[in-house]
């Protein structure tokens, strides 16, 4: 019984740690992984998200959709900035850096200004199941298999539909693309905006977890980078593997030293990466690292 507790734990600690990565890098990697744009906005999306998930859900409206609400308010917000800011800055990464980060200050300080350093969340729905006399959140349960559904989700878009045929063309060859009648401009700004909804979502469905605080993006920030990082270009080959070996090492680095050396061994990983494998594993696995 003793060893069914440690090993339930174990998995549990991984399978949480699994979903965290995954949901937080999905909008980093269309961005970053796909477009090549640096976002260090992308926790402030995050907190878009987390903040109109908060305020619909405690109007009234159902969880679920109040996360929707946010996704989408995200995603439009991330489809402005992307005409006014990051439409001029393509190809110009250092410049992007700059600009994003600015963003990011403007809409940290804005939020502090207009809505205070604290915000009323949502309490965590679904309860929690006891194995062994620990207590295990169901919700953080769903997020797994949120996790893996989103993976799954990204896939078949990217790979099996129309729009995502046209937007892996347009960001890859994209006077080719224009050449032949796509609107290219147009494409960048779905493609920015849906990278932007799915910080928005990663918000809301970590929103009912975290205290509603205009930072709390940057508690994303860093495992978003790390798991693109690690992963390498092909967001769907190397995220999965990324986001599985990141969750091993942090969880159990956590386990048996403590929350900061599970931080530790995910910023040792990327190191190594990036020095071993440059291009990542998605560059390893398909034979293209150097």
Not at 100 to 127: E, F, N, R, Y
Not at 149 to 168: D, E, K, N, P
């Amino acid at each position: 019984m003793a060893l069914f507790q440690s090993v339930f734990a174990m998995l549990y600690q991984f399978g949480d740690t699994f979903a965290f990565l995954v949901i937080s890098c999905a909008g980093l990697a269309v961005i970053f992984g796909m477009m090549g744009v640096i976002n260090l906005a992308h926790g402030e999306f995050i907190m878009c998200g987390a903040y109109v998930t908060a305020s619909t859900a405690r109007v009234g409206v159902p969880l679920p959709l109040a996360i929707l609400i946010g996704a989408l308010v995200a995603g439009a917000v991330g489809m402005i900035v992307e005409r006014l800011v990051i439409r001029h800055l393509y190809h110009r990464p250092l410049d992007s850096i700059i600009a994003t980060w600015g963003i990011s200050l403007i809409a940290t300080q804005g939020v502090l200004i207009v809505l205070g350093s604290t915000m009323q969340g949502v309490g965590t729905p679904l309860g929690s199941i006891d194995v062994g006399g620990r207590s295990y959140s169901l919700y953080r349960i769903v997020l797994m298999a949120c996790a893996l559904g989103l993976l799954g989700g990204l896939y078949l878009l990217f790979y099996h539909s129309r729009f995502g045929v046209i937007a892996r063309a347009t960001i890859q060859k994209p006077q080719m693309a224009h050449a032949l009648g796509v609107n290219t401009g147009r494409m960048y700004g779905l493609t920015f905006g849906l990278g932007a909804a799915l910080a928005g979502l990663a918000g809301g469905l970590y929103a009912p977890t975290m205290t509603m605080v205009p930072t709390m993006g940057a508690t994303f920030i860093v495992e978003s980078f790390v798991t693109v990082v690690v992963g390498g270009a092909d967001i769907f080959v190397g995220a999965a593997p990324a986001a599985a070996i990141l969750a091993l090492i942090k969880a159990g680095l956590t386990a048996w030293y403590g929350q900061l050396f599970g931080q530790i061994g995910l910023l040792v990983t990327v190191i190594l990466v990036i020095r071993i494998l440059p291009g990542g594993l998605s560059g390893w696995l398909k034979g293209t690292s150097r």
